[in-house]
């Protein structure tokens, strides 16, 4: 019969403390992207089709959507349809993602 100590008597490493933190940093920055993304997605919701700042403001969520959503991935989470209802995040901003305005 094999023994297999605890897992809390276990030395850590510099590498398991290192990934650790890692793991810290991307759940903060998961956590500042989705606030980000729903800052802009309230923005674009308050302009009206009409109004001449909603060309700046659709850029401006795709680009926040698009960085929540790479943030997302990062952290193990490929299924963003529940992001996408909860933050009603419209179709005209989704097919934006990832596209790059001219220099």
């Given at each position: 019969m094999a023994?297999?100590?605890?897992?809390d008597l276990r030395l850590e490493t510099g590498a398991s403390i290192l990934d650790y933190e890692?793991?810290?940093?991307k759940a903060a920055t998961l956590g500042r992207m989705?606030?980000?993304?729903?800052?802009?997605?309230?923005?674009?919701?308050?302009?009206?089709?009409?109004?001449?700042?909603?060309p700046m403001?659709?850029?401006?969520?795709?680009?926040?959507?698009?960085?929540?959503?790479?943030q997302r991935e990062l952290c193990g989470f490929r299924d963003h349809r529940v992001v996408i209802s909860?933050?009603?995040?419209?179709?005209?901003v989704l097919v934006r993602l990832g596209a790059v305005r001219g220099c």
């Open positions: 023994l297999r100590p605890p897992r890692l793991l810290g940093e989705g606030e980000k993304a729903a800052k802009a997605m309230s923005a674009l919701h308050r302009c009206s089709l009409a109004d001449r700042d909603r403001r659709l850029a401006q969520a795709a680009e926040a959507v698009w960085c929540f959503f790479i909860e933050l009603n995040i419209p179709r005209e």
